[in-house]
């Protein structure tokens, strides 16, 4: 299994993004969806999840500006995080989590992403 993190970039304050984070391989089973993020110097920060049963959290300092979803279209997972207001504290690496099954005897393992960078500034 892959995760590929795509959707970043350079922004103004106030503007917004929309992260995407396509899964490929074999998947049976997924427990959690995440998103992370890592700013220069600091340790990395859970930002958001959505569980199997679609219910979504939200660190305080996102919540009402960030929104993350799901998408299984044509078998292929893929999760989104919409940002927006960017402040420049959002600026940071942002990674995305899967805690999967590959098949249904397998245990579940964590796959991450590339990362994507978002910098916010003026």
């Known amino acids: 299994v892959q995760l590929q993190a795509s959707g970043g970039g350079l922004v103004q304050p106030g503007e917004s993004l929309r992260l995407s984070c396509a899964a490929s391989g074999s998947i049976f089973s997924i427990y959690a969806m995440r998103w992370y993020r890592q700013a220069p110097g600091k340790q990395r920060e859970l930002v958001a999840s959505i569980n199997s049963g679609g219910n979504t959290n939200y660190v305080d300092s996102v919540k009402g500006r960030f929104t993350t979803s799901r998408d299984n279209a044509k078998n292929t997972m893929t999760m989104y995080l919409q940002v927006n207001s960017l402040k420049p504290e959002d600026t940071a690496t942002y990674y995305c989590?899967?805690?999967?099954?590959?098949?249904?005897?397998?245990?579940?393992?964590?796959?991450w992403g590339q990362g994507t960078q978002v910098t916010v500034s003026s």
């Open positions: 989590h899967m805690r999967l099954k590959k098949t249904s005897w397998s245990l579940f393992a964590d796959y």
